[in-house]
């Protein structure tokens, strides 16, 4: 290799690592700037997702405030009542949870398994300290449930920190203490009906949404400048009141002595004031109000980007207008379509102060569950397993958003 060559050599390879550390420093700078976002999808979504599916499987409280009863049952079969040692355990760990005060949160956690279990535990943990061997008549005649073997059945299911009871019992199902599936009793029947009826009604006002927001996004597509600017004004102003405002609003407006029906009264259209309020109608009218916003903005901004000469041309060549619009406009504008149908029914589904304000009790949604097991009761596992419920009905849309807004999506004509 002559000198000339080597120098050419060397000269590409200093350039070619300044155009690496060029390229990382770039790279470097590109990741610093979407950090600040990074770490707020961090704490804002994936934290609190990820914490609502610990809680729908976290069973923490048994294994930790009672540990020794929990070893001690660990190779029983739950056929008969379990031995002295048992007892002793359970004595031992009552009277040591009452010492620190951490009882009552293990005897909630089982008092919603089978009702009755918190007093049972608390009155064990009060007369621990004075019970001596043999422990297992002494605790029976303390208390004569020590005896039936639910209680022991119960303690056994949950003496793991992991379990399956609540994602099944937001599914209608009960888990067993063998482990075991079972359909849940008729009366606790109730949160898959509740689900579906969040489904219902949120497909309903997406509906709804879709058809009031299309014309008024085609009309603001179709605008002069000016007059467009004023419309998207419009659109927006109700942005800029809370919902439960705008709620409260409704229920004024809606009730027997409202305006809406003193106006149907005063044009005869009616003989008697509707019930318009605390009811289904009352939901899908302040519901289709609050997100009616959310489906005209994506329809109108991907109206705003078809050109006009798109259905001139068809119908010069020979098309009717109604078939100038399916063939040619509405294919073009099913991405703002699907992208608004699926943010009004994604909203749709978490809605709470709503339904609260203006639905009866058959009216409340899944969100409604959810904070009562969450604020009233403290059963922080329900909560999460009933999110993730909707959590799943939500992941299942993303595949059908896809399909009639990706690519070869549909067709029409």
């Known amino acids: 290799m002559t000198v000339a060559a080597a120098e050419l050599a060397a000269e590409r390879r200093a350039l070619s690592g300044k155009l690496r550390r060029a390229e990382r420093r770039r790279t470097w700078k590109a990741f610093a700037l979407v950090l600040p976002l ?7 979504f994936v934290i609190p997702l990820g914490g609502v599916l610990y809680y729908s499987i976290a069973n923490p409280e048994v294994v930790t405030i009672l ?15 379990p031995d002295e040692a048992a007892y002793a355990a359970l004595a031992e760990d009552a009277r ?4 620190a005060r951490s009882l009552p949160k293990v005897a909630l956690r089982l008092n919603y398994e089978v009702s009755g279990f918190r007093s049972l535990l608390m009155r064990t943990g009060r007369k621990a300290r004075g019970l001596e061997a043999p422990y297992k008549p002494a605790m029976i005649a303390a208390d004569p449930r020590w005896g039936e073997l639910i209680y022991w059945r119960t303690l056994k299911a949950n003496a793991q920190p992991y379990t399956f009871h609540y994602l099944l019992q937001a599914a209608d199902l009960d888990l067993q203490w063998d482990g075991s599936v079972q359909r849940a009793p008729p009366d606790k029947r109730i949160f898959i009906d509740n689900l579906l009826r969040t489904l219902w009604i949120a497909f309903v006002v997406t509906a709804w949404c879709l058809v009031l927001g299309y014309p008024v996004a085609y009309m603001i ?14 659109v927006l102003l109700p942005f800029w009141t809370s919902l439960l405002v705008r709620t409260a609003a409704w229920v004024i407006l809606l009730q027997k002595a409202g305006v809406v029906n003193d106006a149907l009264l005063w044009l005869r259209l009616v003989d008697a004031p509707l019930q318009l309020i ?3 109608i009352g939901v899908y009218v302040a519901m289709v109000h609050i997100l009616l916003p959310f489906m005209i903005l994506p329809v109108y901004s991907v109206m705003k980007g078809i050109p006009g000469d798109h259905v001139r041309a068809a119908a010069s060549l020979g098309a009717t207008p109604a078939r100038a619009f399916l063939s040619v406009y509405f294919p073009q504008t099913v991405p703002g379509v699907a992208a608004g149908c699926l943010l009004v029914f994604v909203i749709a589904l978490g809605f ?11 009216d409340q949604m899944l969100a409604h569950l959810i904070a009562q097991y969450a604020t009233t009761t403290a059963n922080w596992g329900l909560a999460g397993a009933l999110a993730v419920l909707l959590l799943a009905c939500i992941a299942v849309l993303y595949p059908l958003y896809q399909r009639f807004a990706g690519p070869g999506g549909m067709r029409f004509g």
């Not at 540990?67 to 009542?81: F, I, K, M, T, Y």
């Not at 040591?96 to 010492?99: L, N």
């Not at 709470?352 to 058959?362: D, E, F, K, Q, R």
């Open 67 to 81: 540990p020794r009863v929990s070893a001690a049952l660990d190779g029983w079969d739950g056929e008969a009542l």
């Open 278 to 280: 605390f009811n289904r």
């Open 221 to 234: 597509a179709a605008a002069p400048p000016q007059r467009a600017r004023l419309l998207i004004l419009l």
């Open 38 to 44: 990074l770490a707020f999808l961090l704490l804002v």
């Open 96 to 99: 040591a949870g009452y010492a």
């Open 352 to 362: 709470y102060i709503t339904p609260a304000l203006v639905g009866g009790g058959s």
